[in-house]
T-cell receptor, first 113, second 112 residues
Framework: DGGITQSPKYLFRKEGQNVTLSCEQN?????MYWYRQDPGQGLRLIYY???????QKGDIAEGYSVSREKKESFPLTVTSAQKNPTAFYLC????????????FGPGTRLLVL | GEDVEQSLFLSVREGDSSVINCTYT??????LYWYKQEPGAGLQLLTY?????DMKQDQRLTVLLNKKDKHLSLRIADTQTGDSAIYFC????????????FGSGTRLLVRP
């Protein structure tokens, strides 16, 4: 099956700890994205990558880091500098076409212990 | 501004039509999208419309776009309890490097 997978489904972070969220796609999409969703709010863009070995900050990049070493993978690290990390994190991908339709993974819920 | 705005909540009876509204601010929008999110899940693409169209129909879904008023709507005919979810509209812009701007979502509750 083609699609986007995210793991884990739930993740717990202790104070001062870095955690990494996984996102993998087998759609052969060039572009990948990370969004944060807080209750009752829309999605806010954290980072995006249009091509391997390149990525750009979104609207709320502080306290997060990413890498794009392979086309199919775009992991997100939530660092200890992110003081309010509790949220639902969504990964998406799109082909670099004019239509730019983004397809989403199932999400990872991050909770702070 | 960048805001995409939606009403927060809509309640309809099963079998009725639902209309979810969205307003956006940027006239350079190229495509406008509707996504559905069920509890604890990711976003599922429902439909999209190109900015030079004013209507698109796909089975029970009808999208209307009023570009002059920057108003987008999603009509769901014969609404079912399985349609209960949060619906997000989103716009893509020619100057945004593939970014989508999302509204805050409309929670649709379908009463039996």
């Amino acid at each position: 099956d083609g699609g986007i997978t995210q793991s884990p489904k739930y993740l717990f972070r202790k104070e001062g700890q870095n955690v990494t969220l996984s996102c993998e796609q087998n759609l052969n999409h060039d572009a990948m994205y990370w969004y944060r969703q807080d209750p009752g709010q829309g999605l806010r863009l954290i980072y995006y990558s249009q091509i391997v070995n390149d990525f750009q900050k979104g609207d709320i990049a502080e306290g997060y880091s990413v890498s794009r070493e392979k086309k199919e993978s775009f992991p997100l690290t939530v660092t200890s500098a992110q003081k309010n990390p509790t949220a639902f994190y969504l990964c998406a991908s799109s082909a670099r076409t004019e239509k730019e339709t983004q397809y989403f993974g199932p999400g990872t819920r991050l909770l702070v212990l | 501004g960048e805001d995409v705005e939606q009403s927060l909540f809509l309640s309809v009876r099963e079998g009725d039509s639902s209309v979810i509204n969205c307003t956006y601010t940027d006239s350079s929008s190229t495509y406008l999208y509707w996504y559905k999110q069920e509890p604890g899940a990711g976003l599922q693409l429902l439909t999209y419309i190109f900015s030079n169209m004013d209507m698109k129909q796909d089975q029970r879904l009808t999208v209307l776009l009023n570009k002059k008023d920057k108003h987008l709507s999603l009509r769901i005919a014969d609404t079912q309890t399985g349609d209960s979810a949060i619906y997000f509209c989103a716009e893509s812009r020619m100057d945004s490097s593939y970014k989508l701007i999302f509204g805050s979502g409309t929670r649709l509750l379908v009463r039996p």
